[in-house]
């Protein structure tokens, strides 16, 4: 079984910063792809960036510029800077990594990420 901890959430003002970190009880290499997923009250889960086993990254329009995603491969620990950050941004923040060999998704318990002045 995978476990996944987060940290790194709180509360920030317009423009602030905050970095995100889930680490892995697992070899980073265990997994194709790790990344973040974020929910907004009353809104679905969206796809925020993304981080393949081979280093790819991807995100989602909103973020792109303002966001980076990156991996401690030492640390098994997946990151996600977040700057210029906006009212829209707040949202519960989920780590999701996928395993390799059956393509089984795990989810952190979430982080709560409040943009607000």
């Known amino acids: 079984q995978v476990q996944l901890v987060e940290s790194g959430g709180g509360l920030v003002q317009p423009g602030g910063s905050l970095r995100l970190s889930c680490a892995t009880s697992k070899n980073i290499f265990r997994f194709s792809t790790m990344g973040w997923y974020r929910q907004a009250p009353g809104s679905q889960r969206e796809l925020v960036a993304t981080?393949?086993?081979?280093?790819?990254?991807n995100y989602a329009d909103s973020v792109k510029g303002r966001f980076a995603i990156s991996r401690d491969i030492a640390e098994n620990t997946v990151y996600l800077q977040m700057n210029s950050l906006k009212p829209e941004d707040t949202a519960v923040y989920y780590c999701?990594?996928?395993?390799?060999?059956?393509?089984?998704?795990?989810w952190g318990q979430g982080t709560q990420v409040t943009v607000s002045s």
């Open positions: 981080i393949t086993i081979a280093g790819s990254t």
């Open positions: 999701n990594v996928r395993s390799r060999l059956a393509g089984n998704d795990y």
